[in-house]
């Protein structure tokens, strides 16, 4: 039997599906991940990008933030690939509970998924520090340098910074559909960014499938491991 042929085979008698992803799943749109040779942490900075995506380096260096957030992290122009697109296929036939994403890009709600849990956050969110008023994608576009508020507060885009807490609601509702689960996919994450890489532990069904295009520490835990492009793989399966 084929790998993919054992995929089909656990989606098939599976009756509650989550995805869990990365930012390898979106790769395949064009946009850059961490930790891959050509990501985002291999390109030469002077200061590395985990440290400018941090909490503390947003509150002192708003400037050096927005300038690597522009031109990294808004994307305006990208479009879901195969895999955001297949998902949401698989939500509408009604077998896929729940995507629990670290990506912050917003490519699943494009492609018309419904139940989406971002972990860390959403560059379509945005909001004022000091009088909480919100802002859209569109307003983040538009403005140069640091956006401020017309309150004089500055803007911060609702996505979770080295140093910050999850939100508390979307971990537990992500919990709870990976608790609930029977089959799981977990695919484009290196597994290595804490606390959202420990939620799939919570997971206590039959079927655990890795999709990665790189090995991934942990291959091991997997009922099947598959190694490939999970928008190549996820595109030969049947709703
Ligand atoms: P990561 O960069 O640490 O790891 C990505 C993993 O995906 C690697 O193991 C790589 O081999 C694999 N991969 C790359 N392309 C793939 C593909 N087409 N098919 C299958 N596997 C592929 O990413 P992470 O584990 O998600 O953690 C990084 C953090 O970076 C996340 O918290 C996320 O918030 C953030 N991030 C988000 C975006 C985004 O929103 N698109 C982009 C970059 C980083």
Redesign the pocket.
Known sequence: MTDIEKLQKMYDESSYVVFF?????????G??????AD???NMHYSVPPEVI?SHSYFMTHPEEFYRFYRD??L?PDVKP?I?HLKLAEMEQKGKLKAVI???????HEKAGSKNVYN??GS?YLNHCMNCGKPFSFTDMLSCKGVPHCTCGGIIKPD??LYEEPLNESTVNGAVRHIMNADMLIV???????YP??GLIRYFRGRNSVL??????VGDDEFSLVIH??????LGKLRA
């Open positions: 992803g990365g930012a390898g799943v979106s790769t395949e749109s946009i850059p991940d961490f930790r891959s990501g985002l942490y995506l990294k992290l994307n690939n895999a994403t670290q990506n912050i890009d917003g490519l972990l860390h560059v996505v979770v695919a484009g994450t290196s597994l290595t960014v959202a890489a999709i990665n295009r790189d090995l991934n490939g492009k999970v928008g190549e793989v």
